[in-house]
């Protein structure tokens, strides 16, 4: 059974960090690109930021660079997002994505809420 489970959201000060950890099972993690989405309230979900299967090469959206890393540890089937930085407009649901040519695998999602 495959799965793929978000934690360290929560509510942070503009200008504060937070980690986000996505385990997951079920499938090869080591042969999957994985990615961090990002889905607002009345907005689509848009891409934050991938890393390929074996970690050496990574983007991100224009909006996060610089102030967001994300990471993967094969050895632990998980992927990383380290938020710094935050601002009130990156208050989102975070997903987690697993992909390999046409299959896909997603998370439930973690609240990451930004706010004085």
């Known amino acids: 059974q495959v799965q ?7 509510l ?6 937070l980690r986000l950890s996505c385990a997951a099972s079920g499938f090869t993690f080591s042969n999957y690109a994985m990615s ?3 889905q607002a309230p009345g907005k689509e979900r848009e891409l934050v930021a991938a890393i390929t299967s074996v970690g050496g090469s990574t983007n991100y959206a224009d909006s996060v660079k610089g102030r967001f890393t994300i990471s993967r540890d094969n050895a632990k089937n998980t992927v990383y997002l380290q938020m710094n930085s935050l601002k009130p407009e990156d208050t989102a649901v975070y997903y987690c994505n697993a992909k390999l ?7 439930q999602g973690t609240q990451v809420t930004v706010s004085s």
Request: glycine share 30%; charged share 10%; proline share 4%.
């Open 12 to 17: 942070v000060h503009p200008g504060g960090s």
């Open 101 to 107: 040519l046409h299959f896909g695998y997603w998370g």
């Open 36 to 38: 961090w989405y990002r």
């Open 4 to 10: 793929l489970v978000e934690s360290g959201g929560g």
